[in-house]
């Protein structure tokens, strides 16, 4: 557990959350100890880090920090208003201390981002299908979380040759955005348009509900705080999914998809995707889903294709890659940081 929480805390500052870094660094250095962190942390080490403990363990007192029930640490937590100054272990330990079985408790629960970062990488894909197929899209997400990522032609994207959205959407990935979403102004990637999304549906393990004050609270609680931009964007999203809520079914990922794809429509392109989700499907579901997509590559045609798109972990950055049926082609599209920053794509001779 020690060890999953430095392995964290060098994660988050290599992401850019310096004020996490620090925190976690004080969270492992009290289990070492056996403080308050490890009694609250000691029923959970079978896999810590692929079940990302650390994570949830911050995201728990998040929660606590944003409903205003720890005031020390939202005098430092930028997120609920605070200074963004490094904030004092003692203070989190105390505020460890105070919530301590409200915090069990809710280890219990899984890691729920729904990064809208993310959909800067997708678009790449999107985008290059649509020009490929010249067909409309019929979309299906997997681990969709609230279906902020399903939105995705709902927010506006510059990459300072090309363009691609609503102009005037709050959720904005241009020259403006901090960290850069492009990793190399000078050679962007082609949002050429146009994209007709004909339909849209998600599935998830425990999926969140935009118009429910709890978990959008969840969903906010899973920001690193001093990532100011991130949290900025993620309102402006919720905000927009009150307007276009994603629909987002409670499923296991294979059987749903294996349902969905057996109807898939017969009057366009469809797509199946997702964004860091396959680490957490268990082999069962990632067994029935490689299984679902192979029987609909088998039937596609054409006129009604199909394309698994996703965006993974490979190594320090994500890989977008994307398979094609008829023919089952796999290319990579685009490298970026886990967020969504950074997106070099890859260009194919």
């Given at each position: 557990m020690r060890d999953a929480l430095r392995l964290q805390a060098a994660s988050c500052i290599s992401l850019g959350s310096p004020f996490y870094g620090d925190v976690l660094a004080g969270l492992a250095d009290d289990v070492e100890r056996g403080g308050v962190t490890?009694?609250?942390?000691?029923?959970?080490?079978?896999?810590?880090?692929?079940?990302?403990?650390?994570?949830?363990?911050?995201?728990?007192?998040?929660?606590?920090?944003?409903?205003?029930?720890?005031?020390?640490?939202?005098?430092?937590?930028?997120?609920?208003?605070?200074?963004?100054?490094?904030?004092?272990?003692?203070?989190?330990?105390?505020?460890?201390?105070?919530?301590?079985?409200?915090?069990?408790?809710?280890?219990g629960t899984s890691v729920q981002t729904n990064e809208v970062g993310r959909s800067a990488v997708l678009v790449v894909g999107f985008t290059y299908l649509a020009r490929c197929w010249q067909l409309p899209l019929h979309l299906l997400e997997v681990g969709a979380s609230a279906g902020l990522n399903l939105n995705w032609d709902h927010y506006w994207y510059d990459t300072g040759s090309t363009t691609f959205g609503v102009l005037s959407s709050a959720v904005r990935f241009d020259a403006s955005a901090e960290p850069p979403v492009w990793a190399e102004p000078a050679d962007p990637p082609d949002l050429t348009g146009p994209v007709a999304v004909h339909s849209r549906a998600g599935c998830d393990a425990a999926p969140l509900d935009v118009t429910d004050a709890g978990d959008r609270?969840?969903?906010?609680?899973?920001?690193?705080?001093?990532?100011?931009?991130?949290?900025?964007?993620?309102?402006?999203?919720?905000?927009?999914a009150e307007r276009y809520p994603p629909p987002v079914e409670r499923a296991d990922a294979g059987e749903w998809l294996a349902e969905r794809l057996a109807g898939a429509p017969a009057d366009g392109g469809t797509v199946v995707y997702h964004s860091i989700v396959w680490q957490y499907l268990g082999d069962t579901t990632r067994r029935r889903l490689r299984e679902a997509l192979r029987?609909?590559?088998?039937?596609?045609?054409?006129?009604?294709?199909?394309?698994?798109?996703?965006?993974?972990?490979?190594?320090?950055?994500?890989?977008?890659?994307?398979?094609?049926?008829?023919?089952?082609?796999?290319?990579?599209?685009?490298?970026?940081?886990?967020?969504?920053?950074?997106?070099?794509?890859?260009?194919?001779?």
């Open positions: 490890w009694r609250v942390l000691a029923d959970r080490t079978e896999r810590p880090v692929h079940d990302a403990v650390p994570l949830r363990l911050l995201g728990a007192l998040h929660r606590i920090v944003l409903r205003g029930d720890a005031p020390a640490l939202a005098a430092r937590y930028p997120s609920a208003g605070g200074d963004g100054a490094p904030v004092a272990i003692t203070d989190v330990l105390a505020a460890l201390e105070a919530h301590a079985p409200e915090i069990a408790g809710e280890l609270a969840r969903l906010l609680s899973f920001v690193w705080p001093d990532q100011r931009a991130r949290f900025a964007r993620l309102r402006a999203a919720l905000a927009i029987t609909a590559g088998e039937a596609a045609t054409a006129s009604a294709p199909l394309a698994w798109l996703r965006m993974e972990p490979a190594g320090n950055v994500a890989d977008l890659r994307v398979t094609t049926w008829p023919g089952g082609e796999e290319r990579v599209l685009a490298h970026a940081g886990y967020h969504g920053q950074q997106v070099q794509v890859v260009r194919h001779r």
